[in-house]
């Protein structure tokens, strides 16, 4: 009897283990600022920096993430419940690795690309993210400078998109 009140222990025992691994797991958005089902607007994300062509970009990487991710509705202006601002702070582009036999010509650099991302609540006016969100991402430079960073364009967007989206939905850890 004995070693059957111990297997018994044992079970309980381990049950409670599991269950108690589970006790801070959370079912939906874990961000209680936006609450899930809530519609977006995508504003005009304004570019302050010299690079062309940022704007679009990250807008329309947004609009993509927003969608993809599902956590909120993407709308138009009429029936939003969160208007979604920025303005791209910063371009930078800084050497990483430099060719072997040419020290002075650089191989791979790494292109950072900072916006202030603002989410304003339409009906109250209340500012629920106000933050700095920084994405980066590395490029191999080629023959053309404008080539490779044409083609890391779209990599720092959905990077950049994917974090914001990301801060909406969960939080600012």
Same mark, same amino acid.
């Given at each position: 009897?004995?070693?059957?009140?111990?297997?018994?222990?044992? +079970?309980?025992?381990?049950?409670? +283990?599991?269950?108690?691994?589970?006790?801070?797991?959370? $079912?939906?958005?874990?961000?209680?600022? $936006?609450?899930?089902?809530?519609? $977006?607007?995508?504003?005009?994300?304004?570019?302050?920096?010299?690079?062309?062509?940022?704007?679009?970009?990250?807008?329309?990487?947004?609009?993509?993430?927003?969608?993809?991710?599902?956590?909120?509705? +993407?709308?138009?202006?009429?029936?939003?419940?969160?208007?979604?601002?920025?303005?791209?702070?910063?371009?930078?582009?800084?050497?990483?690795?430099?060719?072997?036999? @040419?020290?002075?010509?650089?191989?791979?650099?790494?292109?950072?690309?900072?916006?202030?991302?603002?989410?304003?609540?339409?009906?109250?006016?209340?500012?629920?993210?106000?933050?700095?969100?920084?994405?980066?991402?590395?490029?191999?430079?080629?023959?053309?400078?404008?080539?490779?960073?044409?083609?890391?364009?779209? +990599?720092?967007?959905? @990077?950049?998109?994917?974090?914001?989206?990301?801060?909406?939905?969960?939080?600012?850890?």
């Amino acid at each position: 009897m004995t070693r059957l009140a111990s297997s018994w222990f044992v +079970l309980f025992f381990a049950l409670f +283990l599991l269950a108690s691994g589970c006790a801070n797991y959370r $079912i939906g958005v874990a961000n209680s600022l $936006i609450p899930a089902g809530y519609s $977006i607007q995508v504003g005009l994300f304004q570019n302050a920096t010299p690079q062309p062509g940022l704007s679009e970009s990250v807008n329309g990487s947004i609009r993509r993430e927003l969608h993809r991710d599902g956590t909120f509705k +993407l709308a138009d202006a009429d029936d939003c419940d969160v208007l979604l601002t920025g303005k791209i702070t910063s371009y930078q582009r800084s050497p990483v690795s430099f060719r072997p036999k @040419d020290t002075l010509s650089v191989r791979d650099f790494v292109v950072e690309l900072s916006t202030h991302v603002k989410a304003t609540e339409k009906s109250s006016g209340k500012l629920l993210v106000d933050r700095l969100v920084t994405s980066r991402t590395t490029v191999r430079l080629g023959d053309d400078l404008a080539s490779a960073e044409r083609q890391a364009l779209p +990599l720092l967007s959905s @990077d950049l998109s994917k974090r914001i989206v990301a801060l909406l939905a969960e939080g600012g850890w």
